[in-house]
Every structure is written in C-alpha cells, then in structure tokens.
C-alpha cells in the first residue's frame, strides 16, 4: 500500500506541473502582434476638381526610437493609390511619401488596421 502512494502523489505531482506549464503559457502570449498595415494616397493638381488616387508613390515607413528614426521598408502605391505593408510591430512611427510629407503613425497591436488617406500635393 505504501508503494501505491508513493504512485499516487507522483501522479498528482506531474499533473500539478503539466497544470502550472498551461497556466504559464496562457499568462505570456505566445506570439507578438504583426500588424498589417493599409493606407491610399490621393493627389491634388490644380486643374482636377477632387482628389485622386494617386498611383506610383513611394512610401517609406521609418520606426521612432529613442535614439531617432530607423527605415523599416518602402512601398509604392498601385493604381488606386493603395499602399501595404506587413507584420508591422505595435509602435511609433512615420511615413515619408515621395521623400516629402512626414506623418506621424500610431500602430496598434492588433491584426490589421487602416491609415487615414495623405493627401499629396
């Protein structure tokens, strides 16, 4: 009998730890947030009436650090004026648009998320 209690408690014991290795992996997430980022770039010309999309523009997407600005990647609008980037890190950052706007950019960490038009002129 003693021999079987001896079983019992090592049973409860690598059950209690397989329960704390759950606990502990539900606690971290197991994985960081990677943003996808979408945006459009509209132009203006002085002879069109409205905006529109302004197809061919190179945007750069810099990271604010502490020690300043970092390049991340660059991206270029498609016909619709439509940019991308993917599995951005939550943060601070900016966006250059044809080497001459710079807006600021907040990424939030969660799954995707859409940046308000620039307006280039």
């Not at 409860?12 to 971290?28: D, P």
């Not at 619709?80 to 993917?86: E, K, N």
């Amino acid at each position: 009998m003693h021999h079987n209690n001896s079983e019992n408690r090592m049973l409860i014991t690598k059950i209690l730890r397989v329960f704390a290795l759950f606990a502990i992996l539900l606690a971290s997430p197991l994985h960081s947030y990677a943003t996808e980022l979408r945006g459009r770039v509209d132009g203006m010309h002085p002879y069109a009436p409205k905006p529109f999309p302004f197809g061919g523009a190179k945007v750069d997407l810099y990271i604010l650090l502490p020690r300043g600005a970092r390049f991340i990647r660059s991206a270029y609008t498609g016909g619709d004026g439509m940019y991308y980037f993917s599995k951005i890190r939550p943060g601070k950052y900016t966006l250059i648009v044809n080497g001459k706007l710079n807006i600021p950019l907040l990424v939030e960490p969660r799954q995707s998320q859409d940046i308000p038009p620039i307006l280039f002129r």
